[in-house]
């Protein structure tokens, strides 16, 4: 059987996350406290329930602990969300994803049980940084604290050449473990694989050496 998912908070972060499992097929509950934000989302998840997250009766009755994973996406009020996440713990919830609005914030989430906290504000500021530093940069993503994934536009000089006789790994030190050719997408290009002018090459390094690779290649 297929995971199941419940999602508490259905304001910007939550609802896109809900929708984007729903499209997966995947079976997904909104719970928001609010009537208004069900009815918006209502045809976008499986099942939408109005709810207080901070009622540990509330959630019992909705059977929380049936899920495989609980995402706690409310923001704005740190106190509910706080103690939506120590609530869950209590109630035994497998796994608890929680959003954070700053580092503190998160720090707590841990402490009271989060089994991963996410930061969409700071994690988007980093991808956006980067994306205003080179323009070639299309998409960054942090994998680690050093180490990310990004998405570079080739520049000329590296057109026409192939993997092998750019030998990328060797002189900037990351791995380029995908190219984006128009519509195709090759996952595992081969050495001997040619660059094309409007190519996107998908790379993996440490951030160091992925700048240096974003500013020079
Ligand atoms: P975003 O920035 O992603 O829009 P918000 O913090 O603005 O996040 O939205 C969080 C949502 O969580 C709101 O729709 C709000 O009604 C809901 N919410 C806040 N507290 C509770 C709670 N105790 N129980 C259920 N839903 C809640």
Known sequence: MSKQFAIIGMGRFGSSVARTLYEMDYEVMGIDENEERINENIQYV??????????????KEIGIRNFDVVVV?????????????????????????????????????YKVGADRVVFPERDMGVRVAHNLISANVLDF?????????AEVVVSSK???????????RKKYEVNVIAIKSGDKFNIAPSPDEVIQYGDVLVVIGNNKDL????ERA
């Open 73 to 109: 996406a409310i923001g704005v009020d740190i106190q509910a969300s706080i103690l939506t996440v120590l609530t869950l713990k209590e109630l035994g919830v497998k796994k608890i994803v929680a959003k954070a609005q700053n580092e503190r914030h998160g720090q707590v989430l």
């Open 46 to 59: 499986t099942h939408a329930v109005a709810a207080d997250s901070t009622d540990e009766r509330a959630l």
């Open 211 to 214: 700048k240096a690779f974003e």
């Open 158 to 168: 590296l057109v026409g050449k192939n993997l092998r006789q750019l030998d990328i």
């Open 141 to 149: 993503i942090e994998l680690a604290e050093d180490y990310s994934v």
